[in-house]
């Protein structure tokens, strides 16, 4: 007969990458100290250097193309966009233009706070979208379980991702009948937004009975009941990642104050 | 005997809250695939809150905004705007603001007052007025004429999300209108949404 040991092996989430495996905790602990240090960071390419970091982990566990995909708007948006437009917009004593469009100057000045606001912008998205794209949601969840989250909340986000994809596909087939019993969806404006309602309507009432059912499965399946949970997927921790995740944390805080003096007193 | 017919507990709002979360997404799919020029994400919330209260109302909002940053993650930062928007419907419908056509209507102007004061500090000063949506244009046009950054936030966000909320909130009513007595009865609100003949039903059986 398997020992526990054994079926939880089987049962091991283990995908053979280093950082596909690495335990959900440590990425977000990476994620929680890019925040705290893209804000004490004196130097605006803190936030390319992470994006960097951080796409070469990505790359390393196989999921560079979406998540390059994922970062595009953010760089096209919150890195260029943004610095353009603060570069023309930034007001201040002694500014140092360097171009001229009408009556628009862009200053140097403009475009280091531009860059600035961009890079604690990347700083935060790029290590939230490599742990979404190297991380299951199931594997974030239960490692979040370890640390203290109810089940209530496990189950409120587990079925959310799940129930997302199925109301789209159930809203698409609505659509469709909806355009059979002639429902004009194509017009102007008035036309269009009075498609609206018969569309959202017969989606959001015919779920309420799945909901009712949902809710009486989990009742009688004793969620409600108190005490330890099993679970059918095993993620392990590792005392190495602890003592990773505690150095992090330890190297956040000097990185914050040497670079706070420097960015705010210095 | 109490007014409020008896209801189910729990776990009917533990479940409706992730359809909840996932109607404001299809509002959204809906709404960009009519080419409407509004967001229409948060008719869910709404539904949430207005027949469960304010928690799962909140809890509707972060996980909204959760969810959205899971693809987008500059969006995670209005999770908190999403909650309080949540908040605000749960504790005004728990008033009896959801129940008439005008008042929703005043829920609507609201929760836009809200979603002005929540939203504009992060995207001035996290995301410096530019966002994916229409509003980047508005406010860098504004900030061209003339205006300082908090200014043109205030009245790109306004132009946008006034329409769109009290739309959200109407359709919301009309929805809530729509379900049944039988269900209601189950949600910690719903006795406020019940039909006046079942009511008077229940207190002339008593």
Aim: a positive charge.
């Amino acid at each position: 007969m398997e020992s526990a040991q054994e079926i939880a092996a089987r049962f091991a989430a283990k995908k053979g990458n280093p950082v596909l495996d690495l335990y959900p905790a440590s990425k977000l602990m990476f994620v929680l100290c890019m925040l705290v240090a893209s804000i004490c960071s004196p130097h605006w390419c803190f936030g390319f250097i992470v994006f960097i970091v951080c796409g070469i982990l990505t790359a390393f566990a196989g999921e560079l193309k979406g998540f390059l995909k994922g970062m595009r708007i953010i760089l096209i948006l919150f890195v260029g966009l943004l610095t353009v437009v603060r570069a023309f917009f930034y007001t201040g004593d002694n500014l140092h233009y360097f171009l001229q469009l009408g009556s628009f100057h862009m200053s140097w000045e403009g475009v280091a706070v531009g860059l600035g606001m961009g890079s604690i912008v990347l700083s935060v998205t790029s290590p939230l979208l490599m742990t979404t794209k190297t991380a299951t949601v199931e594997d974030i969840v239960i490692a979040l379980e370890h640390m203290g989250l109810s089940p209530t909340a496990s189950f409120l986000v587990l079925s959310t991702f799940q129930m997302v994809p199925e109301l789209n596909a159930r809203s698409a087939v609505i659509q469709d009948s909806q355009k059979s019993r002639s429902i004009e969806v194509e017009g102007n404006l008035l036309v269009r937004a009075k498609a609206f309602f018969p569309m959202i309507t017969p989606l959001v009432l015919s779920s309420f009975a799945s909901t009712e059912e949902k809710s009486v499965a989990l009742e009688s399946r004793g969620f409600n009941y108190k005490c330890s949970k099993t679970r059918i997927r095993v993620i392990t921790d590792t005392p190495a990642q602890k003592r990773g995740r505690i150095l992090m944390g330890i190297l956040t805080g000097i990185f914050c104050v040497v670079g706070g003096y420097f960015k705010w007193f210095a | 005997m109490s007014d409020k017919p008896k209801k189910k507990l729990e776990m009917i709002t533990v479940a409706l809250i992730p359809f909840a979360v996932a109607i404001n997404f299809v509002g959204y799919f809906l709404a960009s695939s009519l080419k409407l020029p509004m967001y229409l994400d948060s008719i869910g919330t709404y539904i949430v809150a207005a027949t469960c209260g304010w928690l799962p109302g909140l809890i509707t909002g972060i996980l909204t905004g959760v969810l959205e940053g899971v693809s987008y993650p500059p969006s995670m930062a209005y999770a908190i705007n999403c909650a309080a928007c949540g908040v605000v419907i749960g504790l005004l419908a728990s008033k009896g603001w959801m129940k008439k056509f005008l008042p929703a209507l005043g829920v609507g102007l609201v929760v836009t007052l809200t979603s002005v004061l929540i939203s504009t500090p992060i995207t001035a000063f996290l995301f410096g007025g530019i966002t994916e949506t229409g509003n980047s244009v508005i406010a860098i046009a504004l900030q061209a004429a003339g205006f300082g950054l908090i200014p043109a936030v205030i009245v790109s966000t306004v132009l946008t999300e006034a329409l769109d909320k009290v739309l959200v909130a109407i359709v919301a009513f009309f929805i809530i209108k729509a379900i049944s007595d039988r269900f209601l009865s189950k949600l910690p609100l719903g006795h406020l949404y019940l039909k006046k003949s079942v009511v008077q039903a229940s207190e002339d059986d008593d």
